[in-house]
Structure formats: structure tokens, C-alpha cells
């Protein structure tokens, strides 16, 4: 391997030695770009590796609330505000009890190379808390998200860091932020936040994004090896945002969607999940997808018991990821390729682990990385934050169409990169090296900073 590389990713180890997810990130983008290092030895003399994956503030705090019991509850706060290097930090918020600095910067590290494949001109960042929804009431919800914004205000702003959703952050939670946001500025600052309801200030189609980004993605893709999702079968990971709109845009190109889960566990309806029902116990009561057998008792629910999820054990034609990091193991890789699978295409972030991606790839199946599959939904916060700069609206129907043809000129590029650095067909390297390449050319631009 080139010695400069090496270096690297030893130092990187060294130096975040608690860090497996980030380490794990680094690693992948750094080696699929060994062959542009070659071209370009003086990106070492200019350290642009070192200076690639060190993020330029990592930012934690204290967030104490009151419960509806009267106890106060300390949490922690983080936002990696990892590059503005081509634009102001842009990402989204994780509320979930897992959130640790490892988590957060990779999730930041990620996003600077998706936000460079958009075309768009946003930098990566990401934030969150350990803070668990699960089980919260709304006005806990509501005091958890004003506590957590009374610090993070003086860190972000329209044209410095724009955060979003993420898992355990919707329209709901980027609602309380953006009160208690606007409120201690005094000020309507529409782009601070994106994610926002369409009553003051969202995007029409924001909701949808990433998991309608995730098909026009899964279609290019097939497409470009003489196949299309029509009377496929899928198998989607999470019920959450991602998931939904991934479940109701395959549905729209024909596939049938038979399985869908939850951290607990999946359910298997062989008709073809109710879509309908899944929103209503997801998005509207907040419940379990256990319930989904209240209505449908035909279905199956297979529990979740050990690390592998259930749902990579059915027979599919396509696998979408749609819940967390590594929730794909290589042991559910080599069932699905067992069972036939062609595409693997990941609406979670970093959802396959490097060896089950690595079997993927080894098997022939094709692999939709994360940063160029799920990139519909922050591509969409930039088109969100284009409409509060210049103050109008884009109807649904114009949002969705630049929406496809980001996503569609995303798979273009990974096409393209893949094929002129000698590896065609692999969509992962070739979304890390297109990204990779703009952001360093960006970096020789602006000197040492
Ligand atoms: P939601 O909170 O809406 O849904 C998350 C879903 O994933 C839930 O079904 C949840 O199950 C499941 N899940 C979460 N954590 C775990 C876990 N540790 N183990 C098993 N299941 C888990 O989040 P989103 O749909 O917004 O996000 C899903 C994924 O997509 C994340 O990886 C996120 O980073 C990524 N993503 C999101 C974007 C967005 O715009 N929202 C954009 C790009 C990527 P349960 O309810 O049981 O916790
Ligand atoms: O991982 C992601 O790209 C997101 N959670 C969305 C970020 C955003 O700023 O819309």
C-alpha cells in the first residue's frame, strides 16, 4: 500500500483508539483513493490526508432537564462540525442512547463526502445526544430539545452550520429547536434548521427525500446492469423516515416490499406490507412494529435475538438498509447472497459492516454506498435552504424532480469514477473517489488551513 496512506490510517488508529465507527469510516474512503495519491504526490507534502480526517471543532455540552416527574436529567450534547470546506457544516441531529464520539464523527466524516457528491455547496457535519425519545412524553420532548438548543444556538447559524433530523429527529423535534432557536435570537433565520414544517419554512418533499432518493438511486443503478425494480422483491431494514418513503417509492416502480423491522424485531407479510398501517403505528402513534399483527395476523414477526437482524434471512431481490451503522453483519451478507440477492443499496449510514461489503462486492451483488445512495435527504435541506435564502416555494412536484436528478447524476459520477480508476461496477470505491477528488482539489485551493 502507498506509504503515505499507511501512515495515515496508522496514526489514525493511534489517535482515536476508542473509535471503532470512525476508524471504520476513514478506513474505507482512504483506501479505494490509493490511486490518486499516486497521481498527486504532492496532496502529501500539502497533508491533505491528515488534514482530511481531523475535524476542525468537535463541540460537546451539557443538556440537564426536568421529566414529567420533576428530575432532572443530565445529558450529553455533541456537534462534530467536521468541514466547511465547500460550504457552511451541514447534517443531521441523532437522539438515540447510543450517541458517543465515535458515532458522531463518523456520521461527520461521512457526510462531507456525500455533500461533495450532491453537487451542492454544503459542507459535513453532525450532531446529536445520548438522550433516549423512546418513551417520552411531548413536553419531554419539547424542554429535552429547548435545553439542547440554548447551547447549541451560539454554534450555528444560516451561513456558519445548518443541523437537521436523523434518527429520533423529525418535524417534531426540529420544530421545538427552532422556536427556542428563534426565540433567543430575536430573529427569523429560516436556514438555520431544514427539516422544518411547511407552515414556516420547510421544504414540500423534505419528509420524503431520502428514502425516494434511495430508489431514483436503486433504479439508476439496476438500470446500468439491464435491470429495474419492476415485480422485485425487497426487504427494507427500520420503519422509520428513511424506510417509509424507500417502502413507498419501490412500491410506486412496481416492487413488492414483503419485510420491514424495528430495533425489537421484523415482520413478514408476503402480500406486500400495508404501508398505510406502518405509517400510522410509526409516525402517528409511535408504537411498535410488533402491532402491525393486530391488524394483519397473516403476517409473520420474527424477534430480534441476537446481533444478526431476522430480516436479511428472507429471500429478496433487493436489500435497502434503512436503520443504523453495521446492522449488516457479513453472517446476514452471506444469507442474503445465499438466497439470490442483486442489490444492496443503504438508506442507513455505514449500515454494512467492511466485511459484508466486502462479500457483496466479492459475490457480484450490486452495492449502493451510503454516501451517494442517501444523499437525496440532505441534498434536499440544501434545495430547503435555497427556498428560505431567496423566500419563495417550490411546488412538490419541482422539489422531486431536481431531487431525481441529483440522485440520478450522483450514480453517474460513481459510474464514471469507478470505471476510470479500473474498478467498473464498484459503486462504493467509485462514490469515495469522485468525493475525495473535489474535496481535495478544494483543499489545494484554499491553502493551509
Ligand atoms: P428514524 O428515527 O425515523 O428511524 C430509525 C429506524 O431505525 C427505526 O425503525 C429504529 O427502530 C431503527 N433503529 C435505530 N437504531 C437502531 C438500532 N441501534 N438497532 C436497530 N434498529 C435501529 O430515523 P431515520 O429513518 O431518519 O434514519 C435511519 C437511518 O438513515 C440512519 O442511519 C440515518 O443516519 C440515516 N439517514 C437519515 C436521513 C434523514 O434524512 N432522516 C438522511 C440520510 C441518512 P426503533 O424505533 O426500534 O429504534
Ligand atoms: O445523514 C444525513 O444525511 C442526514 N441525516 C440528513 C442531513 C441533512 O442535513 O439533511
Redesign the pocket.
Known sequence: MNEYLTRVINDVEKKNPNEPEFIQAVKEVLCSVEKILDKHPEYKEKAILERMVEPERIITFRVPWVNDKGEVIVNRGFRVQFSSLIGPYKG?L?F?P?VNQSIMKF?GFEQIFKNALTGLPIGGAKGGSDFDP?GKSDNEIMRFCQSFMTELYRHIGQDVDVP?????V?GREIGYLFGQYKRIRNAYEGGVLTGKAISYGGSLARTE??GYGLIFYTREMLKAHDKSLINKTVTI???????IYACEKAVGYGAKVVAM????GCIYDENGIDLPLIKQI?EVERGRIKEYLNKHPEAKYIEKTGED?PIWEIKTDIALP????N?LTLNSAKKLVENGVIAVAE???M?CTQEATDYLLEHGVLVGP?KAA?AG??ATSAIEMTQNSIRYYYSFEEVEKKLDNIMTNIFKTCKENAEEYGCAGNYVAGANIAAFKKLAEAMCAQGIV
Not at 164 to 168: N, P, T, V
Not at 322 to 325: E, K, L, P
Request: aromatic share 0%.
Open positions: 443531521g441523532r438515540h447510543s456520521l423512546k437537521a433530523g436523523d434518527i429520533g423529525g427525500a431520502t431494514s427500520g420503519s422509520g423516515n428513511v424506510a423491522s424495528d430495533s425489537n410509526k437482524s434503512c436503520a443504523t451503522q446492522e438508506g442507513a449510514n449500515p451510503a442517501n435527504g440532505v
